[in-house]
């Protein structure tokens, strides 16, 4: 008889870094448990920016996502947690996703070059990062 060994699941994991101009996004996977920038999405209007986020997801097909929430250094909340919350249970609803929120305080701290496209998807980077980093801690 010969034993075969399961192949390990390896889940894809979407990183994201709200904003209101941009979106930047991330991904990674459960095996290797690194991050590494995917794209920003620039839509003006909801039904566009999702439009773009559901076309990336039926492509990659994420396991779950991710989402970095903002908070002032000392935890208290903010006017973009809120939205970010809020853009974190827009993701659940349309894409039946489970969503993790990651605290984001330091993430842009970590990036010295100036605001931008390429900055917006280097900070879902590291949002999604953490989030490998804190649920390997976890285990």
Known sequence: MVCRLAAPVVDIVFGFDFGIKRIGIA????????AQPLEVVKAIDNAARFK???DLIAQWRPACLVVGEPL??????HEMTLRCRRFAN???GRFNL?????DERYSSAV???RRGEIIDAKAAAIILQQYFDDHANNN
């Open 27 to 34: 991904m990674g996977n459960t095996l290797t448990g690194q």
């Open 72 to 77: 002032h250094p000392d935890g208290a909340e």
């Open 90 to 92: 827009q993701l659940h």
């Open 111 to 113: 990036i010295t070059s």
């Open 52 to 54: 773009q986020i559901g």
């Open 98 to 102: 489970p969503v993790h929120l990651v």
